[in-house]
């Protein structure tokens, strides 16, 4: 599961878990509650769009973050390599120390 998908569930049971308590018989008697459901129910659509909007926009920025780093694999190689070999060094010899 995403985290945008995580996101919007982690919504969904916070707007089940208001609807819950507002739908309560107990509160049917106070005049605001009717409003007051109202105005949860269009903020939490506005939130779900924004959400949505984000996860977006995350999700473009990761591709060109990818495409971006794709393309300085293809154009350097060679500093990739060396920093891989770099890494790989250091690995082996912290690994070799134990």
Known sequence: ???SQNLEAAAEDIASDVRGVLASKDLDSVPHIKALRQRIDTKLAIARELAAE???LAAKKAREAATSANAYAHDE???IAGAALAVGVLVGLLLGRR
Do not use: G, H, T, V
Request: proline share 11%; aromatic share 12%.
């Open 77 to 79: 190689p060679w500093q």
């Open 54 to 56: 984000k996860s977006k």
């Open 1 to 3: 599961m995403s985290a």
